[in-house]
C-alpha cells in the first residue's frame, strides 16, 4: 500500500463529528493481507487508512485531530 491514503467517505474527516476532544483512534491492521494503518472515529467508523503509521499521524495532525493508538 505504500504511502496511498484510502478515505471511505469523501467527507470523512470534513463532516464527522469526533467529539469535543477531537480524539480519533489509530490501529495496525492486516487488509489483503498488507499491513495498514486504519483512523477510526470514536463511534468505531473507519475515517482512513494508509500504509504507514507515519502518514496516518500526519493525517490526523493535518485536521487538528488527536491520535489514540489502539493495540
Not at 55 to 67: E, I, K, P, Y
Request: with cysteine; charged share 25%.
Amino acid at each position: 500500500m505504500g504511502d496511498r491514503i484510502i478515505v471511505p467517505t469523501h467527507d470523512a474527516f470534513c463532516c464527522k463529528e469526533v467529539g469535543s476532544d477531537k480524539r480519533v483512534y489509530i490501529k495496525k491492521e492486516t487488509k489483503n493481507n498488507e499491513l495498514v494503518w486504519a483512523i477510526y472515529s470514536p463511534d468505531g467508523e473507519c475515517m482512513a487508512q494508509t500504509g504507514s503509521r507515519e502518514m496516518a499521524m500526519a493525517l490526523v495532525r493535518q485536521n487538528d485531530l488527536t491520535a489514540a493508538q489502539v493495540h
